[in-house]
Nanobody
């Protein structure tokens, strides 16, 4: 059993900052990568930022230079969001690609999502 839990969403004014946290726990042999996705009303879920176990990162063009993804202790990631815009409003989901043993391939696990609302 694997659990992925996000926290840190909320309401913030344009130009403000928020930090999201995500922790994976349970039957974990290794984590290949973790990422943040978001889904706004009426839109498809999109990748926001991703970090691999080796520390490589990539970002959506719309958040480059504003958002920073980081990893702590192999199973926890953060998303520091600065200079927030109304168009950043969405439910943010944490994703983790986790292997439960050396013999099994990585499996995608998702958190329940956390709402981020940017509004004055």
């Amino acid at each position: 059993q694997v659990h992925v839990v996000e926290s840190g969403g909320g309401l913030v004014q344009p130009g403000g900052s928020l930090r999201l946290s995500c922790a994976a726990s349970g039957s974990i042999f290794s984590i290949e990568a973790m990422a943040w996705y978001r889904q706004a009303p009426g839109k498809e879920r999109e990748l926001v930022a991703k970090i691999t176990s080796g520390g490589s990162t990539n970002y959506a063009d719309s958040v480059k230079d504003r958002f920073t993804i980081s990893m702590y202790n192999y199973n926890t990631i953060y998303l520091q969001m600065n200079s927030l815009k109304p168009e950043d409003t969405a439910v943010y989901y944490c994703n983790a690609v986790i292997r439960s043993s050396l013999a099994t391939p990585g499996v995608n696990y998702w958190g329940q999502g956390t709402q981020v609302t940017v509004s004055s």
